[in-house]
């Protein structure tokens, strides 16, 4: 991680937004992370909040690189995902921001069996498809970049937690997608670092990719957790791949 290029506004300082933040400033970049309140506990942290249409705001960071760390599936985007996208955009237009990466989904990608990249087709036949592609579309027409993330874990939230016990409509043979979240805060930085020359969309995905009933009997196992129930029955694979972002010289150092 160079520090060439060290201003860096964080849409959305939550449970990876916040990470971000934190990464970036060790590394002596000035950070501004956003809250949806004006009451901080850190000292990177400023409001960001539409209401009633209207924006109020403390982000004041010229020249910097915005990332949108807001989930695609929170409470809070929901709401006003859109809105507040494009409230963002346009601030960041107006801070002479140097460009835009949006943090979005591998849920974009057809829930069909198949092996996607980022030149696969999108269907966009459910509507959570056509959110991600919507917001994805709202950054390209700025000029910005797309990570499509994969299941996220690291700190407090890890897999054999949060599927105890849980009956999940998938089968037990389909193959996991996930990564880890200090590989995503390092894709951020090896894309920012080769904002001129990298593609315009990247899949943030770890190339292991084992059967869900394997991957989850370890996790409940290493966390005392019961085993989740299985209810799809589909036996072919729906895998997508990470690895076009490695011709940036990042590489995947976080197992799942």
Known sequence: MTNKSNKLVVLGAGWLGHALCVSAQKADWQVQGTHRTDIHEFDFERQFTLEDGQLRHQVDLQDAYWVCAIPP??????????ETLTAALKLSKELNAKGFLLCSST???????GVYSESSDISCTNERQIKLYEAEEQVLEQDGKILRLAGLLGPNREPGRFVAGKELNTSSEQVVNMVHQQDVINAIFAVIEHWQVGQNIYNVVNPAHPKKAEYYAMKCQQHGGEMPT??????????????AIEAL????QHGI
Do not use: M
Request: aromatic fraction near 14%.
């Open 73 to 82: 599936r929170s409470r809070h985007s929901e709401s006003n995902y859109p």
């Open 107 to 113: 849920g974009v990608y057809d829930q069909e069996p």
């Open 230 to 243: 299985f209810t799809g029955t589909d036996s072919a694979e729906r895998k997508i791949l990470g690895s």
């Open 249 to 252: 010289g990042f590489s995947y």
